[in-house]
Structures are given as C-alpha cells and as structure tokens.
C-alpha cells in the first residue's frame, strides 16, 4: 500500500481504511465505483417511476374516451414522462456506467476530479425531487411536452413552469460536470501505454458524448432561462408582438435537443461494440471506422436540428438543408451496424444474456434508425410529423436502444460490480418477455401513426382503438417484464454463484484483469498494455 | 423448456389480437390530391428501400448467428478490417440516399409553391377551435368540436365520427388551388388534414402559408397536430370539397345568412329577453364554449383557470365581467367572445354567470348592455 | 514502476459536495418560489434563496479550503493540475456555450424574425396581415405592438467599458508575468489594478442600465432589442462581477504568500475566467453596440 491514493492527509484525523458505513458512505463518497453504483440505482429509480407514468398514459388510452385521467394531467404525465426518462433515467445510467467502467478501462485509480463526480451526482435526486414535487402544485406540474414549446411554456403555462426552469438548470449542471470528469479522465489519466487507437470503443463513444454534452447543456440553460424571462420578466424572445418569433425557441431548443438524442445513443454503440466481439470471439471489426463514424455522428448533430421543425414554415432552402444533412447521417450510422454484423460474420458465438440484448439491439435500433430516415424526408415527414409514428421511431431508438444497451451492458458487468454471476434463467425471462412485448407495444404505434393519430392526446378516434388496446398490453406486459430485472438484481446483490475475473470467455479489456468483485481501488499504480 | 413456452404464448397473443382489429387502415394514406398521391410514393418507395436494406443487414445477421455459433464447433476467425469493404458500404448507402433525395426534393419544391392560388382562405388556431375566414369574401366563422361531452365521458354511445366532428366545417370548391393563411391567436396549433398531405403550423405572430387542389367531393377530417394545452385532443379539423357551383350556392347563402345575423342583432337590441331565455341560451352557450376552462360547474382549475362562482368580478364588476367576454385578457388563455359568439349568446352567457352556482346577482344581461360595451371599446 | 499517476490523489471523503448539493437544492426553490412569488406581497422564497446561496458560499469556502490546503501540502502532483487545468478549459467552454445561445438569439431576432415580421422571405402575408404598421429595423426600436424604445449607442459608456477591460486583460497579465518572474510587488500591484479596473467596469455598467432605465425607455421588457441587449450584457456583468470576486480572492492569497511558478492553478484559472468575459465583451461590444 505505497500508493498515494490511499495516504491519510496528515490534517484527515479519521483512517478512511474505516470509512463511513451506511448513508454516510454514500454521501460523502468519492469513489467512482460508488458514485457509479448511485447513478444507477437512481437512474433505475427513475426509470421505474417515468415508467409507471407511461403506464398511466397507457391505461388512459386503452379505450377511447376520457376514463382514469384529465387532460391537463394526461399532458403533466406526458411531459414527466418524457423529461424524467430522458433526463433521468437514460443519461444517469450512462453516467454510472461511465463511472464505474471508464477509469477501470483504462487503468485510472479514480475518476480525475473525484469530489465533483460526488457533487454532479448528489444535485440529480434534488433535481427530480424539485420536478416531481411541481406535480404536486396547485394547477399540477409542467404539461407542455418534455419539448416545453413556447408559448405554451411560457404565457399559457401554470406557475409550477418557475421551478420548472430551475430543476432543469440543476439537471445542466449536473451532466456538465459529470461530462467534464469523463473527458479530463479519459484525456489525462489513461495508464501509461493506453494509447487513443486502444481506448475501448465505450470510452471513445462516451469522450465524444461528453463533448456534445458540455457543447449543447449550456444551450438549453439558456433556452429554459428565456422561457423563465418570457414568462415572468416581460420580454418577448418568443412572442411576435415585441419582434421575437415563438419558432426561434424551437431552433434553440432542437440545437440542443437533437444532440441530444445521439447523447442517448453513442454510449450505447460503445456498449454493443464491446459486447458482440466478447460473445463471437473475434476483434471488433472495423475499430477506426467506428471511432470516424461516432465522430462524424456527433458532428452532424449539429446541423440536423431543424428535421424536428419542417412544419413549422421553414423557407424552402432551410427544409432541403436539413433533410440532406438528416440523411447523411444513415452514412456513418450504417457503417456501425455493418461493422457489427461483420463481427458476428465467422465467429464463433454464444449467446448469453448480454449477447441477446446486444443482438436485440442492433435489430431494433435498426428499425428505430429506417423510420428515422423516413421521418428525415420532408415531404412525408408531413404526414408523419407530430403521429405515433414518431412516437414508434423515437421508442425504437430509446427503449429497444438506450435501454437494452444498457441492460446488456448491467449484465454483461454485473459479474464484475457484484462478484457474483446473476440468476440466468430469470434474467433470460428478463430478455424474452422483454423482447416480445416491447414490440408489440411499439410496432403498432407505426400503424396508429401512418393511420393519422396525433400524439400527445388522451382520447381518440374510433378506428385507432383496438390498435391501442394492443398497445397498452404490449405496454403493461413490458413493463411487468421490467420487474424481473429488479429481482435479477438484487439477487446478484446479495449473492450467488461466485464470479470469476473473466467470467465471459472472449472478453477483453482491462476490466476483466481484476478480481471480481472489483476492489474498492483499482489500479493504484497503472497497468501495463500491451 | 419453459422459457419456449412462455415465448410461444407471448407469440400467439401477438398474432390473435391484432386479428380481431377492424377498420384500421395500417398504411398511409393515399389521400385524394396529387401531392398526397407523391407523398404515398414517397413514402412507400422509401420504405421499400428500408425493407431491402433490413433484409440484407438482417439476414447476414441471422445467417451468421445460425451458422457461426459456438455449438457448433467452428473455429473464429480473425480478420478484423477490410479497407475495400469498408469504402463500399459508406459509398452505396450514399448512393441510395442520393436516389431518395431526388424525388424528395421535387415533391417538396412542389408543396412549397403555393402561387396562382384562386382562392386564399386565413385558418386562425386558437385554445382549442379553428376560425376560418374567405379572404376575399365577407365571410367568416368559427369551427369547434361538436362531439357531446356526454361521449366523452363516456355517459352516452360514441357516434360514428367520434372526436372528428365539428359544428361548422370549412368549405372549399374542388378543383381550384385553395390557399391557406395560418396563423395563431396564442399558442402554436397545426393544421393538418392527411387526406390533403397538408400539415402546417399555425404560429402566434406569424403567418404560414399552404395549399391543396381537391380534385374530389367529399368530407375530410383531421385534427391539430400540435400540443396546444389541455384539449388538444379535441380540436378537429373538418374540410367538405364541393364542386364549384354547389361551392358558389353555398357561399352566397353563408354570406346572406351572416348578413341576415348582422341584421337580426341589430333588431335585438330593442328587445328584452326573459330570465328563463338568457338562462336557457346562456347554459348552452357556457357548456359549449366556457366550460372546457372554467369547468361546468364554475369552479376553474386551479392555478390554471379562474373560478368563476364567487369571483369578485363576475359578482360585482359588471362592465368588468361584459370586458373580459368580448374581448378577453391578452396574454392569458382568456379569449375574446365578440367575434364568435352573437350579442344574444353574450348578453345570455354573463346573465348565467352572473347567476349561477350561488353567484345569484340577480341581475339581467341584455344585449343591448353587451352593444353598448362593444362601443366603447371602439 | 511508472511515472504516470504515482502521485495521483484521490481525495478519502468529502462533505462539501452534498452541501452543495443542498445549497443548489434551496437555491432552485427559492429561486422558483420567489419568482412565483413576485406580484405578491412577502413570501418565503427570498429567505430560501438566501439560505441556499449562503450554504454555496460555505461550501465553496470549505471545498476551495481542502483544495488549497491540499495544494499547499504538495498533495497535488503536475498530472493533477493538468486535470485542473483541462477541468477548467471545458467549464470555460460549457460557458462560451451558454453565451453562444443568448447570441443565437440575437442573431435569429436581427436577421430572421424581425425581417420576416416585416414581410422578408416568404412571410409577405405575415407583414400584410398581422402587422401592416410595422417595418422592421435594428435596432428594434418601434416593435411590432407599436411599443417604442430606444437604442443604445456604442461611444462613451460603453466604449469606456471596452478600454477598461481590455487595459484589465493586459494588467492582469502583466501579473501573471510578475507571478512566474516571481516578482512579488508587480504581480500585488498588478493584480490590484486588475481588480479595480473590474470594479470600475461593473459601476459603468450599472450607469449605462440606470441611463437605460431612466432616461431612454430601454428595459428588460422592451422587445427583443432589449432583451437580448439586457440578457446578453447582464449576464456577462454576472460574470464579470464572479471573476472580478475571484480575483480578489487570489488577491487575499497573494497577499498571503500563495502561489508559485509551478504551484498557481488558481490563478491560472482564474485569469482564464478573466480573459473569457473579456473576449465575451469584445463579441457584445461588436454585436449589441456597434453593429
Ligand atoms: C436515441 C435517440 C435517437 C436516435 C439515435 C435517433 C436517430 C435518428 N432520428 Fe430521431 N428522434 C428521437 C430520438 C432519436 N433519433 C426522438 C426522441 C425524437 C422525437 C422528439 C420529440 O419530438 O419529442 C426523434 C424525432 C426525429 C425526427 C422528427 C420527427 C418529427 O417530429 O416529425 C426525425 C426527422 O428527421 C428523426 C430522424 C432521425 C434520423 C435520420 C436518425 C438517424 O440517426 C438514424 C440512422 C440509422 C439508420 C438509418 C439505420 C442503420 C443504417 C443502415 C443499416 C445503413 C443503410 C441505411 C440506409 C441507406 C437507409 N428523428
Ligand atoms: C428513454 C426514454 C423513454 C423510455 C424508456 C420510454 C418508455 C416508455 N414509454 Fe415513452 N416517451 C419518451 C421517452 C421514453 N419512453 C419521450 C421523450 C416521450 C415524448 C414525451 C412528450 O411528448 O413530450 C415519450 C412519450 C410516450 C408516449 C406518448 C405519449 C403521448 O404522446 O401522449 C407513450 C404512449 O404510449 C409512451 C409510452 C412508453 C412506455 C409504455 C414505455 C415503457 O418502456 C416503460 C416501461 C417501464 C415501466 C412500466 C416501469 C417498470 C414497472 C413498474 C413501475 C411496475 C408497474 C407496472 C405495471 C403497473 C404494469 N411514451
Ligand atoms: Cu390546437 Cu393542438
Ligand atoms: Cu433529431
């Protein structure tokens, strides 16, 4: 134990070998895998309850007419919904995972500023805790799309838009900070030898997520800043009357937004990335064309925003621009899918739980990627614009995408958090009856779209009924398949069949060079590469 | 196994019940002008192209995972680049997409020309109604849900047009490029009818134009395609395309009739109505247009709308209360009634209020009283 | 054994994130609350706002105490400032970028909304319809509301303004050079005039808003000229007040003996957050005032 990272500060009276137990440890704690495993039990948390959110929207729109819930509060449900999935339950998982894995992939002690990954973590619960409270209000919380289109947002809205506001600003700063500790780790503290063309493809997706994340959270403070002037300061960026334009907030909003949404997919490409080579025993095909692709995604992103906007009257140039840029990005996007199947191509593969979830993924995120570049067509997309069909995409792309990467990636390196192997039959349940509901929940939501039904509504037409009916099971059924996850793990937690350091045959990295459970230090002193 | 098992049933619920639905079109529609025809091909061409793709990727995956498992005993190989390959499926990807760009843009080029228009007409979305008007005739209206509350909720069967009916719907001659004008008194709604490929963002502040040529008679529904608050949901769209003559017919009559109104008001003035007839009319009124905020009983939302029994202004200030119903309160979801609704309806709805759920004032609105205030705004 | 993070530190336990934590927590709801709050009488949410930004201010104290102590106990190894160093240039970009969005606001106003108000690109109808008084200018002026206003030249308060910082920039270099020559006066004296060419910014600043206010109808509510004039130059006063408050800080620890050639971080960063709120002016200079 000669390394500094275990001396006692001669000022520290306590010997933090004896560190704080209980809640303590885990609010003072600066230790990343801590810290990792907070994210994800509140990204998990949070996961649960937009989820039951969803089922509230679900029921409601079982049967047409207006049963269990207000409009106004099916729109509150809606737009929790939305912010709380997004915000709070996919990125935090990515953050825990970037926590937990990153400085062991690259042989760090630590993340590189360890008190800020505390703070970044402990103003998220705050966070969420401000957003859900404002449901509470009187005139109830925000219900103007997880969008927040202005004026809606502002002159239209209720006073619970105030805190509002500032539950998202914390939500910024949070991913800020959280950003800025990957991108210094992963710049300064690879061990010696780790050199950038060896980085675990996690790590490259996740250094270039986090620089979309410090390029577009600003954005949106300052977007949701003007809202908060507009509706309570009297000035008039998003009204016509005083020269500005309701539509700029859309321009402003999607710059961030549209990042975004690569924000909760690039760190999923490097999941997968590192899955399917373990599970078909061979290299990753193709490891520079995917660092070039991920980066050419990310720089994209940055022109695309307006495909969210073709009806909003854009000039004819601007439609074209953004529909050619859209569609560039099935370029690089592509490339990843087939360097993946290439992968697989005469390997020799198994199929364990994280392989299903890995291959599940590359199917649907698939699909969730054709009905993007259909969305991407201007012309069609004003058909489909504001349908379920978007509701179909964006769902493919985030739920059988985001959120199956992210199980693949819990148990793929549950062995290693846990040091014990999870339940497999349960876990194979988790997979199947996952698999199969969240398609039949999804993919009839193309039909609803294509068949002309808005989203966002809470009543419907006749002929989009039994279409939802099927729908809401596919809903109920996914999210029952949810709780098999929960038990997985806490029986992982408690224990089980031990794990050995490398429990996957074919995985690589150094990860795996540890014992299982990792020690609550890693790589006190750097490793040595190959 | 089980896990088999439990997949088969998942299947099988899978393929019953979408069996059993009915009525349903799965596709886009074709709709009924030339550019929905372009949009459908559009859209199938790419999903074809799609479907293509997805086979191929899908079933070197398939292939790969049926071939090259484990359990078979193969041995991995260990290429692991290929610059030539790699080069080939970013360049033909990019290729494809090239190929749908190109149709795209003719179609788009297309719906964004809405010159030569022989007919402009200004659709204005507001919380939660459309307000047409002929642009170069004297005539305009509002158009609003006229499903019953009662189908709603579900007190009473849902009739054959559920949710996609309104009292007065917009009508257009066929064959003619009709132009619209949309805008928005406060948030952003979106007008959208599929059948026309027509879905357009009516903006606070600004106007958008589009434009469709129907070639066929006929009732068109749609609905707002944009969150605009509360009852969004029930904000249809309703379009009948009449051929020429019957369009003129219709049009001459809507004009005298709105003439006739005009007139009729003008005659109300010198009457008085009785307590029963503004409480009656003023009860019908405030259910169909007040109550989606205020709620029928009065009591608002709170923190989003106000109360009306026992608000100070509806009980005491009555030139106030008269204001506020015709020209509403800027900046707040409070519209304006003078344009909709007819000095009967108004002097009724503010007697109602005034009267009902224990804010018995006892005091009648008439219409000259709503005439007088209308005045003194000008 | 390898050079690499030999030294790296990883601090054992630290209170003062979830203190910060609670303090960003009172904040968001005091600061929610008080503006609920604001066409009514009393309220809580100023006193809870206040208690949050204490609880920041303890933290910040606390935190940047362990950190300096640990600084000054040779803790700290050169790979541990680069990640202080790289930290900081990330932050200072996370802010060019919120900045980059008030801008993106100003630009679409200017070239975009205003101009089509008017009747540009395919809004003819918009200008015909809507707002047929209205011809679009900037500066905005006379608003489509018929609202009226006035616009803010660039010579004299504001140009003073550039001087000043710009002259602070160069000063506050001049200290850094003094600093690494280890010349302990100049780098006293210099940063002192630093400061106070800072505090003179900021009192201009409030001259040319009570001018604003007062004298030329040009307020936070006065169309989308001033406010984007009011958000972009307000916060930027913001932050020149934060920088101007750091560098008295490093000013106390100057005088305190603090830093060295190769022990300065702080002082780095904080002439980093110096240089950033003046190339930020330079930008508004340009695109608010002169333009
Ligand atoms: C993880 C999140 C995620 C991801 C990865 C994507 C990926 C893409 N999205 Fe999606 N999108 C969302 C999340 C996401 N989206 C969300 C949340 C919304 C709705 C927001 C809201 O309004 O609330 C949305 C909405 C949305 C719209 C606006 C729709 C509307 O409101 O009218 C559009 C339009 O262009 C679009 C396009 C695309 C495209 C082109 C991609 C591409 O990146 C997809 C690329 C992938 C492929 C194409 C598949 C693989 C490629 C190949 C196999 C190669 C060969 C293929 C061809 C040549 C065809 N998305
Ligand atoms: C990563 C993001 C993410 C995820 C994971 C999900 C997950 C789900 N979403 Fe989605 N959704 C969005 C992001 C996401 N969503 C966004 C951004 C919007 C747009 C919002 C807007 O319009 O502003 C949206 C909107 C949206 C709509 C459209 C609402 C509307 O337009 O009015 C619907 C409707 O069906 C829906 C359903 C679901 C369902 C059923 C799930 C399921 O996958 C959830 C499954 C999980 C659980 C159910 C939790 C676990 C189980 C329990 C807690 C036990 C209780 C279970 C039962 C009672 C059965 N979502
Ligand atoms: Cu009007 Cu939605
Ligand atoms: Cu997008």
Known sequence: MSSVTDQTLDHDSHDHHHAPKGLMRWLLTTNHKDIGTLYLIFAFTMFLVGGAMAMVIRAELFQPGLQLVEPNFFNQMTTVHGLIMVFGAVMPAFTGLANWMIPMMIGAPDMALPRMNNWSFWILPFAFAILLASLFMEGGGPAFGWTFYAPLSTTYSNDSTALFVFAVHIMGISSIMGAINVIVTIVNLRAPGMTWMKLPLFVWTWLITAFLLIAVMPVLAGVVTMVLTDKYFGTSFFDAAGGGDPVMFQHIFWFFGHPEVYIMILPSFGIVSAIIPAFARKPLFGYASMVYATASIAGLSFIVWAHHMFTTGMPLFGELFFMYCTMLIAVPTGVKVFNWVATMWRGAMTFEVPMLFALAFVILFTIGGFSGLMLAITPVDFQYHDTYFVVAHFHYVLVSGAIFSIYAAAYYWLPKWTGYMFDEFLAKAHFWCSLISVNILFFPMHFLGLAGMPRRIPDYALQFADVNQIVSIGGFAFGLSQLIFLAVIVKAARGGEKAEAKPWEGAEGLEWTVPSPAPYHTFETPPVIK | ?378 | MSQQYQKYYVPAQSPWPIVGAIALFLIAVGAGTSVQQMSQEGGSGHWILLAGATLLIIMLIGWFGNVIHESMSGLYSEQMDRSFRQGMSWFIFSEVMFFAAFFGALFYARMIAVPWLGGAGNNEMTHAVLWPEFSAHWPLIKMPDGGETQAMGWSGLPLYNTIILLISSITLHVAHVSLEQGKRTALTAWLLITILLGVGFLFLQVEEYIHAYVEMGLTLDAGVYGNTFFLLTGFHGMHVTLGTIILIVLFGRVIKGHFSKDQQFAFMAGSWYWHFVDVVWLCLFVFVYVL
């Not at chain 2, 196994?1 to 069996?19: E, N, Q, R, Y």
């Not at chain 2, 948030?187 to 009516?202: G, M």
């Not at chain 2, 307590?275 to 989606?292: I, N, P, V, W």
């Open chain 2, 1 to 378: 196994m089980d896990l088999k098992k439990i997949g088969l049933c998942w299947l099988a619920a899978l393929v019953t019940i979408p069996s059993q639905a009915k009525d349903m079109p799965l596709n886009l529609s074709q709709g009924v002008t030339d550019i929905s025809g372009q949009v459908y091909d559009l859209h199938m061409t790419i999903f074809y192209i799609c479907c293509i793709i997805g086979f191929i990727v899908f079933g070197a995956m398939f292939y790969s995972i049926v071939r090259h498992r484990k359990s078979r005993g193969v041995k991995p190989a260990n290429f692991h680049e290929s610059t030539k390959v790699e080069i080939l499926w970013t360049a033909i990807p990019f290729m494809i997409l090239i190929g749908m760009a190109i149709p795209a843009t003719k179609t788009l080029i297309a719906m964004e020309n809405s010159d030569d228009a022989e007919l402009t007409i200004q659709v204005t979305g507001s919380q939660w109604k459309w307000h047409y008007k002929y642009f170069e005739h004297d005539l305009e209206f509002y158009s609003v849900l006229a499903t019953p509350k009662k189908q709603i909720e579900n007190k009473l069967a849902k009739g054959e047009n559920y949710l996609l009916e309104v009292d007065r719907p917009l009508v257009i001659p066929t064959n003619t490029k009709v132009r619209f004008l949309m805008t928005s008194d406060d948030v952003i709604h979106s007008w959208w009818v599929p059948e026309f490929a027509v879905k357009k963002d009516a903006n606070p502040g600004f106007i958008n134009e589009a434009w469709t040529n129907v070639p066929k008679p006929g009732i068109y529904r749609g609905q707002c395609a944009e969150l605009c608050g509360k009852d969004h949901g029930f904000m249809p769209v309703v379009v009948i395309a009449k051929e020429q003559a019957e369009f003129d017919a219709w049009l001459a009559e809507q004009v005298a009739k709105q003439q006739a109104r005009e007139a009729e008001e003008q005659r109300l003035l010198a009457m008085q109505l009785s307590e029963q007839e503004l409480m009656d009319l003023g009860k019908r009124t405030y259910d169909q247009f007040c109550s989606a905020c205020h709620q029928p009983n009065g009591q608002g939302l709170p923190g989003m709308f106000p109360a009306l029994a026992g608000s100070e202004m509806v009980t005491q200030d009555r030139q106030g209360h008269i204001d506020i119903v015709l020209h509403g309160k800027a900046g707040t979801a409070m519209a304006g009634y003078g344009k909709q609704l007819s000095l009967k309806e108004l002097a009724a709805v503010v007697t109602y209020e005034r009267n009902a759920w224990g804010n018995n004032t006892g005091e009648l609105i008439q219409a000259a009283d709503v005439q007088a205030r209308k005045n003194a705004a000008d």
